[in-house]
Every structure is written in structure tokens, then in C-alpha cells.
């Protein structure tokens, strides 16, 4: 019997893991997908906001703020990587000017540090290729970026090291609730008794409130964004978020440095009826390069490499939905976690502990919790030197296997088998960037599949690029003698 389930592997769902693994609890994560941080966690713009945007009082603004305070202890405990961009919010005439001092107002009301109104003369200096257009900047230093999936991956890690369980490919398909505790039905076959269960299934976690509840307070209204990524040799295009004003729409196209140097372009916002529906779209994407120039000058879409899109779980409840079922005790749901849901997760994860089940009444802390986990290092970050010394004592680091990143075979080696590792062209493409670069796997695909089957021993017939039914070939058609 588990204390506790975790429905959903997003940022939401292991931040929450890392967080409850600091407690005497039996508990266990089961996430849909071959891998943790596939949906929402892996299709964003990657910003921890400042808290500028959301209404005052509201539990968005409050986590928001207290979220992007503690990814700085999360840079410290889990090797995360964090890029101090600031961010600039820009207007372009008297009227927007009005809207920026009101969203100036609103940062101020909601205590985020250092906000500032600039002039474009001044705002210039930092950021030499701003739109002529632009009149007025509010700048929101303490904005960052980080690498989404690498923050999920060191929760969960983390969490696992002090004790949490996780399981991959594991749908929740039935909950039925019993005298005082829960049985969870798994690809609807196999059950697990646990007397409490932590819904953070993102654009799901409707449908999993129905399966306990009869009455669920929201609804998820799903919304589309679509991007452009733009070729990490274009790294210092522009040097903080740039953010339009927000409108009911969202906080509109964007111009967002990334930690690995490339700027994502985007996104739209369009409300869509299938929630699983991640493909782009010639209006979105159009939508995205109009609306990128009042941004900044000449936005080098000569150099895109990649598009896609992510579906927000926006929903009909105004503020994040964290609560308790009215119904069942021990159910605790997460509702409409859009952005600023990343920026605002490990906050919601100790809120929802603290505040909402309050564990610390109900299981002791475990005096052996270890809050560090260590990235491997990167070894194109080295020295000529150091690698020199490093190949010599692993010569596998000495095979390129992804020249556009200068990923090695070590480092993908080290990855198939690193306790959350994986046997997938997409998983291993998280964690190590093989594919993420100018030519998107199209040299590196084939030597990471050979990796993977030598490794684990497989056929390469059976080799996933990322869900287990997502194989790469069908049937060999030329067999040697
Ligand atoms: C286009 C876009 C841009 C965004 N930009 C930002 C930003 O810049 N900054 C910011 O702070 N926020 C941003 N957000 C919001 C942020 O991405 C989300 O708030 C955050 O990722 C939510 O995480 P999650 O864990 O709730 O959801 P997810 O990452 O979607 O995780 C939910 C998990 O539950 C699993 N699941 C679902 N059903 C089941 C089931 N039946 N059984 C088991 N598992 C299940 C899913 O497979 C999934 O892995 C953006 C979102 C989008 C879409």
C-alpha cells in the first residue's frame, strides 16, 4: 500500500516527487509516457517569469514569485542550468505606454525586485537589435530561462535517490475509491492500493478528476502555441526576453534566448479541441513571423532549424486549482497549471505539501534526505587539456557522435544507463542533446540507434524514436550474406 501516487511526470508532478521524497512516505509516480517531462514540460518557452504579469493576491502571482526565488536554490542542490536574461516588456506608442505603466504598477503590487521603466535609448545600449518602433521597456531583471526537461529529470532523479518509485508507460485508467484508502488501475490491467493520490496530469487532469469526482471545479479549455527555434549560432540576437504587452490572450509572441544558445520564436495562442494535438500549422506559424518584428529588427528566420508547438492546460477556473477533492479525502488536484506553471513549480510543490495536506503533521521528515544531485559534465565545456586527459582515461569520449552539439559516445553511453535512462532516440536526445543542433539528427539518428541496440542488447528493429510503439524501421529489406 502506497501513501501516495503522483498522476503525471511534468515539472508539476516531479517537483512535487523531490519534494515529498523529504518524508518518511511510501509513494510512487506513474506517468503515461515513455518518459518523464513529454507534454507541457517539454513544449514551452522555457522563462521562469518574474510574477510582473499575474493579478495581484491571486496564488499564480504569489508562487509565481516564490517559484523563481527558489530555482536559484535548485541551480545550487540539482545542477540545473539557469540563464540570468532578464527580460524586457516593450511599448510602442502613447496608448501601449499607458498599458506598460499599468503593467509596471502590477509588478510593483506584487513586489517583484527591480523593476524598472526605461527609455528605448537606454534600453538599446543592452539590447542593440530592438525594434526602431519601440518608445518604452519595463525591465524585469530577475527573469531567467532554464532547460524544462532537465529540471524535471533532476527532480525526479533526486526524488529517486531518496526513495520515490517511478514508473514509465503506466496510464491511470480507473480510480475507485474504497473505506479509506484507493484503488488506481493501471493500463487497465494492472492495480495499486494507495490511500492518497496527487492528480498533476496537466491537460489530463480534468479527465482524472472525473474518474473520482462527480463534480469537477474546472475544465480544461486547451490552447495552442506554435514556435520557431532559431539556430544556436545566432546566440546573443538578443540578449533578454523580449515580451510584447500581454493581452486576454496570453503574454503574445516572444523573443527567448535559450540556455543553449539558440532563440525560440513564438508563441500564438489558439484555443483547440484535441488536447493531444501538438502538430504546426502554416497560419500559426505565419502569425508568429508577423508579429516577431515589433520585437526586434530583422529577426533572422533565415536560420530557423526546428518548429513545433506545445498545448497549454488553460482552464475555466481564473487562478491555479490547487485543492483537495470536496468529495474524496486524500485526493489532491492540480487544475489549469498554464503558464506560469514552470516558473512556479517548486513552489507549488511545497505549497501543496505545506499548505494543502499539511505532511508535516502527518509524517516525520527523514533525517537522511539528500537535496544534491550532480549533472555529468559536458565535454565540449572543457579545456583542449582536459579533454586530452579525459580521453586517455575514456576513449570513448573521443567519438563525436553528434558534431552540430559535439556530443560523444561516452556521454550518450552514460546516459542509457544513468538510473532515469533511456533507450529512445527523443530520451536520449533530452538529456544529452545528440539531435538538438543545425542538422536535428539528421547525421547523428542512425549512430545513436546503433549505440542504443549495442548497449541494451536489442534489434535495432526494436528501437523506439520515443513512445514504445514509435519504432524506426519496419522490417529489414537487405540482409547481408
Ligand atoms: C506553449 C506554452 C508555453 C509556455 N511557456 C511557459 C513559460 O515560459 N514559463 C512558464 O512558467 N510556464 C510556461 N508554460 C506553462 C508550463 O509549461 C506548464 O505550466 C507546466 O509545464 C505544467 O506542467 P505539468 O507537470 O502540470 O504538465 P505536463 O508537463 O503536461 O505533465 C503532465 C503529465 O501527466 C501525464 N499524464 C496525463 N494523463 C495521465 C494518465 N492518465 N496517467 C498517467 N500520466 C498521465 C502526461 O503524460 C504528462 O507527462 C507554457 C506552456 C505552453 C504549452
Known amino acids: 500500500m502506497y501513501d501516495y501516487v503522483i498522476i503525471g511526470a511534468g515539472i508539476i508532478g516531479t517537483c512535487v516527487a523531490r519534494e515529498l521524497s523529504r518524508y518518511s512516505v511510501k509513494a510512487i509516480v506513474l506517468e503515461k509516457e515513455n518518459d518523464v517531462a513529454n507534454v507541457q514540460t517539454l ?14 493576491d491571486s496564488l499564480k502571482a504569489k508562487l509565481n514569485i ?47 525586485p527591480d523593476v524598472a521603466l526605461l527609455s528605448f535609448e537606454e534600453a538599446v545600449k543592452t539590447e542593440p537589435n530592438l525594434a526602431r518602433s519601440i518608445t518604452k521597456v519595463l525591465t524585469l531583471p530577475t527573469t531567467k530561462v532554464t532547460y524544462p526537461w532537465e529540471v524535471a529529470f533532476a527532480c525526479m532523479e533526486n526524488a529517486m535517490k531518496n526513495g520515490m518509485e517511478f514508473q514509465k508507460n503506466a496510464t491511470v485508467t480507473k480510480i475507485e475509491p474504497k473505506d479509506d484508502f484507493y484503488i488506481i488501475t493501471v493500463n487497465n490491467r494492472q492495480t495499486i492500493e494507495t490511500k492518497a493520490v496527487i492528480n498533476a496530469a496537466g491537460v489530463a487532469s480534468d479527465d482524472i478528476a472525473a474518474m473520482i469526482d462527480k463534480t469537477v471545479e474546472f475544465k480544461i479549455t ?67 513571423k508577423a508579429n516577431a518584428g515589433a520585437l526586434a529588427e530583422n529577426v533572422p528566420f533565415h536560420k530557423i532549424i526546428r518548429s513545433f508547438a506545445g498545448i497549454r492546460a488553460t482552464s475555466t477556473y481564473d487562478d491555479f486549482y490547487i485543492q483537495e477533492s470536496k468529495e474524496h479525502k486524500g485526493i489532491f488536484h492540480f487544475g489549469g497549471l498554464e503558464s506560469p506553471g514552470l516558473s512556479a513549480a517548486p513552489a507549488i510543490a511545497k ?57 560523444t559516445e561516452k556521454e550518450i553511453v552514460d546516459a542509457i544507463h544513468a538510473p532515469l535512462g533511456s533507450n529512445t532516440i527523443k530520451g536520449l536526445k533530452k538529456r544529452t542533446r545528440a539531435g538538438a543542433g543545425l542538422c536535428q539528427g539528421g547525421y547523428c539518428e542512425e549512430k545513436v540507434m546503433k549505440l542504443i ?13 520515443d513512445a514504445t510503439d514509435s519504432a524506426l524501421f519496419l522490417e529489414e529489406t537487405k540482409v547481408e550474406e
Not at 516564490?66 to 540539482?78: F, I, P, R
Not at 505549497?351 to 494543502?356: E, G, T
Not at 550532480?374 to 579525459?390: A, G, Y
Not at 541496440?453 to 524514436?465: D, K
Open 222 to 288: 486547451p490552447r495552442k502555441g506554435e514556435y520557431f527555434v532559431l539556430d544556436n549560432r545566432m546566440k546573443g540576437f538578443v540578449n533578454h526576453v523580449l515580451y510584447p504587452l500581454p493581452s486576454e490572450a496570453g503574454k503574445g509572441v516572444l523573443l527567448t534566448p535559450q540556455v543553449h544558445g539558440e532563440i525560440l520564436v513564438g508563441p500564438n495562442s489558439v484555443y483547440v479541441e484535441d488536447k493531444y494535438r501538438t502538430d504546426v500549422s502554416f497560419e500559426g506559424l505565419n502569425y508568429v
Open 453 to 465: 541496440a549495442r548497449e541494451t542488447g536489442v534489434s535495432p528493429l526494436t528501437i523506439a524514436y
Open 66 to 112: 516564490w517559484g523563481n526565488q527558489l530555482y536559484d536554490e535548485l541551480e545550487q542542490e540539482l545542477d540545473i542550468p539557469l540563464l540570468r536574461s532578464g527580460a524586457y516588456v516593450v511599448a510602442h506608442n502613447e496608448q501601449e505606454e499607458a498599458e506598460l505603466e499599468k503593467l509596471y504598477q502590477n509588478a510593483l503590487a506584487n513586489e517583484v
Open 351 to 407: 505549497y501543496l505539501l505545506r499548505d494543502v495536506i499539511h505532511i508535516e503533521k502527518l509524517f516525520p521528515e527523514k533525517p537522511d534526505f539528500d537535496p544534491i544531485r550532480k549533472k555529468k559534465p559536458e565535454f565540449h565545456t572543457f579545456t583542449l587539456d582536459e579533454k586530452r586527459k579525459l580521453i586517455e582515461e575514456y576513449p570513448t569520449y573521443g567519438n563525436i557522435i553528434c558534431k552540430c552539439e559535439q556530443i
Open 43 to 56: 513544449a514551452n518557452s522555457a522563462i521562469i517569469h518574474s510574477g510582473h504579469n499575474p493579478e495581484p
